[in-house]
């Protein structure tokens, strides 16, 4: 049964095809006519790497003034504050306005945080140790909770921008938390198709779609006890990626510590596999799915992250998101099979670690 479905996927990978994103609904264009393998030539241009340990002028580095005239702490491994330029604001007043459903808007309530991950300027989540990077999974579990707790807030997304072309202001290591009071709408559109999968097949639709991953082989990139690395059947950008648990939870507070170590271990191996890929600071944003804060059970929602990477053939070309994707629907030429195989073939030891 497994190897026919290996059979039937790869037949269908030599046509042009549409997938499904059983997560949102949404489909996929895959050509694989186009380009059977991804290229991954050198280029003379590229990005360089951050090498000043300490730089005066980042707003994130210890002992450096912010807007405001803010001062950071002379923190050692990880530092939180308020956004000094918030997209969302905890005192918004109550407003709507409907006019005939045409003319429609609501305030939304909300705050925003930035996490340091290291005091460190030029270090990154795949050059950072499994046990600073374990601080930095506490940090979100106990932002997460504290924010989460809010009595105004219901939903809660940890997320990274990683390099220039994603919108990193800064290369100093980082995330974003945007605490808000409503479940937005990427998620909500996940929530939905987990609560229906539930209903309709009485399992859970990520348990389920790893079972089939972990039976095929083909797209899965790095693994531990707690969790798996893969390439989705259904990817839309080259080599985005989906980081599952194995065990089904619904959010970083009911990790164990040994998955918080877990958690640690694979998103430096899969972002040390990233950087590998060009020799280059890998650009993208990440950012971690899990239930709403809004006070009910959610057993349908399984924990996970994507990785949503936009470079394509090499570290300065990149993918976009226009014409027909922009129109119609998203299309890929390299298949998640072969940008799997990439990552897969890469090494766990960082580029700069092996110069
Ligand atoms: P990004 O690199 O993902 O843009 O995150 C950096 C955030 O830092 C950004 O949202 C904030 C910006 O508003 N920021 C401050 O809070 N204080 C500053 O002094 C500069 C930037
Ligand atoms: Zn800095």
Redesign the pocket.
């Known amino acids: 049964m497994r190897t026919s479905l290996i059979t039937r996927t790869r037949e269908l990978a030599g046509f042009p095809h549409r997938r499904l994103n059983p997560l949102t609904g949404r489909w996929i264009l895959v050509s694989p006519q186009r380009t059977q393998r991804p290229w991954l030539g050198k280029v003379a241009e590229r990005p360089t790497e951050t090498t000043l340990a300490y730089d005066p002028s980042c707003?994130l580095c210890p002992g450096n003034v912010?807007?405001g005239n803010a001062r950071n702490p002379q923190y050692l491994s990880t530092f939180v504050f308020d956004?000094?330029?918030p997209a969302l604001l905890p005192d918004t007043p109550p407003r709507e306005i409907d006019e005939s459903g045409l003319i429609v808007a609501r305030s939304e309530q909300g705050l925003c945080r930035?996490l340091c991950f290291s005091p460190r300027h030029d270090l990154t989540v795949p050059r950072l140790t499994p046990a600073e990077l374990r601080l930095v999974v506490d940090l979100w579990v106990e932002q997460f909770r504290t924010l989460g707790s809010m009595s105004f807030v219901n939903y809660v997304l940890v997320f990274e921008?990683r390099g220039a072309i994603m919108?990193?202001?800064?290369p100093h290591p980082?995330c974003?938390v945007w605490a808000n009071a409503t479940v937005p709408d990427e998620v909500r559109t996940e929530q939905n198709s987990q609560l229906e999968y539930r209903e309709r097949v009485g399992s859970c639709l990520l348990c389920d779609y790893l079972q089939l991953e972990l039976q095929m082989g083909e797209r899965i990139i790095c693994e531990n006890e707690g969790f798996v690395a893969v390439v989705p059947y259904w990817a839309m950008w080259p080599f985005e990626t989906l980081v599952l648990s194995r065990r089904h939870f619904g959010a970083m507070d009911q990790l164990t510590a040994q998955e918080c170590d877990l958690l640690a271990d694979i998103l430096k191996r899969l972002t040390t596999r990233y950087d590998n890929l060009f020799e280059t600071p890998f650009p993208y944003s990440m950012g971690f799915h899990q239930h709403p804060t809004d006070g009910q059970s959610h057993p349908e929602w399984h924990f996970h992250a994507h990785y949503h990477p936009p470079l394509l053939r090499s570290a300065t070309v990149q993918k976009f998101m226009v014409g027909y994707e922009m129109l119609a629907m998203p299309q890929r030429d390299i298949t998640p099979e072969s940008a799997a195989e990439c990552l897969r073939g890469l090494s766990e030891v960082h580029y700069l670690q092996s110069r």
Not at 167 to 170: D, E, P
């Open positions: 707003y912010r807007a956004n000094d330029y930035v921008n919108g990193a202001s800064n980082h974003q």
